[in-house]
């Protein structure tokens, strides 16, 4: 079992600065991928951005240039650096982990922090 508990969003202007943190706890053994998602209003969760163990970043179009994922394996934690932030950004975001191990594949996801950002 993996908990996975987000933080660090709000309320902020556009052009403004946020970082989200995920920090994972439980049974962390074997995870593999970990990243954030985001659901707006009436659409669908989309991946933000995804980071591997060894360090491999994938990003969504929309945030590549302004957005950093991050992870510190050590400390079983992932962050999201989002920068230059715009209104479209408003989202739920959801941090996500990928454990992979010899007899079980499993995707766990954190309950969300809201991002808000005004024009």
């Known amino acids: 079992q993996v908990q996975l508990v987000e933080s660090g969003g709000g309320l902020v202007q556009a052009g403004e600065s946020l970082r989200l943190s995920c920090a994972a706890s439980g049974n962390i053994f074997s995870i593999n991928t970990m990243g954030w998602y985001r659901q707006a209003p009436g659409k669908q969760r989309e991946l933000v951005a995804a980071?591997?163990?060894?360090?491999?970043?994938n990003y969504a179009d929309s945030v590549k240039g302004r957005f950093t994922i991050s992870r510190d394996n050590a400390k079983n934690t992932v962050y999201l650096q989002m920068n230059s932030l715009k209104p479209e950004d408003t989202a739920v975001y959801y941090c996500h982990a990928f454990q992979s191990m010899a007899t079980i594949q499993t995707d766990y996801w954190g309950q969300g922090t809201q991002v808000t950002v005004s024009s």
């Open positions: 980071i591997s163990s060894g360090g491999s970043a």
